[in-house]
């Protein structure tokens, strides 16, 4: 699919709208200079053309959503209405794309504040979405499937896209975009544990973040089950099966496992 003449625009610089503009840039389908970032706050503005002076800014929602065939809502849930007061009627809903990444606000809510008629999309991805690694869990209302494989395509060169109903994207935000902070707070306890033991933190981190790499590479190259690979390693009588047994002996699935469902918006 041909998508460099594709024109997105992105209401909201926020950390994750930042995100989106910062990956899209940085990626090969939609080109720089036809994104569009709309922001109340100059500096973030002056930040997008620090990082590609090709973006464009401005501090219209309305001047952004010009001549754009897909508009990113990125502020906060409590602002979809407010923004949707400002552009609803600027939008041309036979030809534009709405994608909202605003947690909680459904469909029904989203069809109320913009036009009943909207190609209306649902993204929840997480922040890696920077670094073209996320996962973006995609949910459509009123889209076409031409629209649909648009809206996989770009975002597919930010990671790896999911389409699931409406009904599972609370479960997915917990797995995902909250995961990606349980994944970081791993990290920084093993630090902990690597500093205890004697070893320099920026070593310890080089060498979690390295471990945690080779075995995501392990899992999808083998297909196997992580107990699988786990038993590759935990010998009988080993410090291994010692240290998973400590861990779970505090918890440590059980702590997994609760913090995902609380963090699960139903």
């Known amino acids: 699919m041909d998508t460099t003449s594709i024109r997105v625009a992105v209401v909201g610089g ?46 219209s929602n309305t001047e952004a959503i010009e001549n754009a065939d897909v508009v990113v809502i990125a502020v906060k849930p409590w602002l979809v209405g407010v923004v949707a007061e400002e552009i609803r009627k600027k939008i041309n809903y036979k030809k534009q794309i709405l994608v909202s990444i605003a947690a909680g606000v459904d469909f029904k809510a989203l069809a109320s504040q913009f036009h009943d008629e909207a190609a209306i999309f649902r993204i929840i991805p997480n922040t890696a979405i920077e670094v073209l690694q996320s996962v973006s869990v995609v949910s459509s209302y009123k889209a076409t499937q031409q629209q649909e494989e648009l809206i996989k395509a770009i975002f597919s060169e930010l990671g790896k896209v999911f389409f699931v109903p409406e009904n599972q994207l609370g479960a997915f935000t917990s797995l995902s975009s909250c995961g990606i902070a ?47 690979e786990i038993d590759k390693v935990t010998t009988p009588g080993g410090i291994t ?26």
Do not use: W
């Open 14 to 59: 926020g950390n994750m709208g930042g995100a989106i503009v910062r990956g899209m840039a940085s990626g090969n389908l939609i080109k720089p200079d036809h994104i569009t970032v709309s922001d109340i706050n100059e500096t973030n503005l002056l930040l997008f053309k620090d990082f590609d002076p090709a973006i464009r800014t401005t501090r």
């Open 241 to 266: 099966i010692k240290g998973l047994n400590e861990m779970e002996a505090h918890g440590f699935t059980n702590a997994v496992i609760k913090g995902l469902k609380a963090s699960h918006s139903k």
């Open 182 to 228: 349980y994944a970081f707070r791993y990290i920084r306890a093993a630090m902990e544990g690597g500093v205890e033991m004697g070893i320099y933190p920026s070593v310890a981190k080089a060498v979690i973040l390295q471990t945690l790499r080779g075995a995501v590479e392990l899992l999808e190259s083998a297909g196997t089950h992580p107990e699988s």
